[in-house]
């Protein structure tokens, strides 16, 4: 296990500056076996010439570029097809990993007999550094049609990105809960490991590859997609969890509406984390101290 070959797919789009940290964080890694392979979509800054240098400098990186805007999911999907690795995962150009992430996940696969794994992370604000939510344990089909409790990567046999097609190109947002719930209902529970290795940056003012503004269409075309699939209690509590990510007021009568136990619990954590200034600030101090 400790000699396979693991894959990295890095899609990017005019972040150069950022674009280094993330690539650094790869190559800084532990576990040293890896291939990372970074899209360009066809940057109007420096990129190319970022990836080229790293390329030069170090034979694990390989770079490929579109010749016009492609998007987000066609550079990732291109990355997954270029991939030899037996393992694979992913990161975004304005995130970065910390050192000891693939050694912690490819010894979960290894520990815990599972496909897939993901782990916690950090949010990387302004002023602070918060570990996100601290669950551990298994994601099988039932919990991961309530809501994305995967996040925003996953990290599994490279196979079986490619049998299920990768990326959906023609969803309009929920691109990575679309494959988590694709992924999990095809082959099994994925194992979430409760030590944060990933960590999101949501510090700087660059437009994010997901946007709030296809966030609505996103989630309804996920609904239209497996609504097959999906109980009237994951449904309901879908449409909770899109006004969530959108920023919308979650209000009682929603709640109320669109009523499952999941929504209820997940409402009143967001009442008293989002409602209370007080014991928000409690909740952050905790998490601060236990980066």
């Known amino acids: 296990m400790t000699n396979k070959l693991v894959s990295i797919y890095l899609p990017t789009h005019n972040r150069s500056s950022l674009l280094k940290r ?15 392979i970074i899209c360009d979509d066809c940057s109007s800054d420096d990129t190319w010439n970022v990836i080229k240098n790293f390329m030069e400098q170090d034979k694990r990186v390989i770079g490929l570029r ?22 694979i995962t992913g990161l975004d150009d304005d995130d970065y990993f910390l050192t000891d992430r693939i050694e912690i996940l490819i010894d979960c696969i290894r520990t815990k007999q599972v496909s897939l794994v993901c782990s916690n992370l950090i949010y990387k604000y302004k002023d602070k550094d918060l570990v996100g939510e601290r669950y551990s344990g298994m994601i099988n089909k039932n919990d991961i049609g309530y809501r994305n409790i995967v996040g925003n990567q996953i990290f599994a046999l490279t196979s079986l990105f490619k049998k299920v097609n990768g990326f959906d190109v023609n969803a309009p947002a929920w691109q990575d809960y679309d494959l988590w719930f694709r ?28 946007t709030s503004s296809k966030a609505y269409q996103g989630y309804k075309y996920f609904l239209q997609k497996h609504k097959s699939n999906l109980k009237w209690s994951q449904i309901n509590n879908l449409y909770l969890e ?20 999941y929504g209820v619990i997940s409402y009143t954590k967001y009442l008293l984390k989002e409602k209370i200034p007080i014991l928000r600030r409690f909740i952050e101090n905790i998490k601060m101290k236990k980066i």
């Open 22 to 36: 993330a690539i650094s964080s790869v190559l800084e890694q532990t576990y040293d076996n890896l291939e990372l």
């Open 66 to 87: 579109n010749e016009v805007p492609m998007g987000a999911c066609i550079s990732r999907n291109k990355c997954i097809e270029r991939a030899t690795g037996e393992y």
């Open 183 to 210: 992924l999990i209902n095809s082959y099994g529970p994925c194992y979430r490991v409760k030590t944060p290795t990933y960590v999101m940056d949501i510090s700087h003012d660059l437009e994010r590859i997901t």
């Open 242 to 261: 899109d006004l969530k990510n959108r920023g919308d007021e979650v209000r009682i009568s929603d709640v109320v509406a669109h009523l499952n136990c």
